[in-house]
């Protein structure tokens, strides 16, 4: 082999390891799925995923699940600044919330009626918490 192509070939496998290396940091963020049903905890949670992130310096993946009474505490109208400023910061910080499909029929609510940023967890909150544990998600319920 000549020296060029001996180190074109150490190029690619370099590059190989690292993305192999990437991946596997990728895979190692810490995912935390928060529960949420009780109204009166909304600030409270939005709280501790706040701390979370800071305490982990962002390096953490949160998904936030939200069903019961809890979900009209999302309410677009009516809201309190503090609430919807919060909120709206968590997600740009790279919170994913999702609405209970169950809840949102029960409450007829739409999306369009919560903060922007909700997805419709459409076969249930419970349903999509499992879910998310069987991805590895640890489970909190504050």
Not at 16 to 41: C, I, M, Q, T, W
Not at 75 to 91: D, E, M, P, W
Not at 119 to 127: E, L, N, Y
């Amino acid at each position: 082999m000549r020296r060029r192509d001996i180190f074109r070939a150490s190029l690619a496998g370099a590059a190989g390891l690292f993305g192999l290396n990437r991946a596997a940091a990728a895979e190692d963020r810490p995912k935390v799925a928060y529960h949420l049903s009780d109204l009166d905890k909304v600030n409270f949670v939005l709280g501790n995923i706040k701390n979370h992130y800071e305490g982990t310096g962002g390096n953490v993946d949160i998904v936030l699940v939200v069903h019961g009474p809890a979900l009209a505490g999302f309410k677009s109208k009516g809201i309190s600044a503090a609430i919807s400023g919060r909120f709206a910061g968590l997600v740009q910080q790279g919170l994913e919330p999702h609405a209970c499909g169950n809840t949102m029929k029960g409450m007829e609510i739409t999306l369009a009626d919560l903060l922007e940023g909700f997805h419709a967890a459409d076969k249930g909150g419970v349903v999509k918490l499992a879910e998310l544990q069987r991805q590895g998600y640890a489970y909190l319920r504050p």
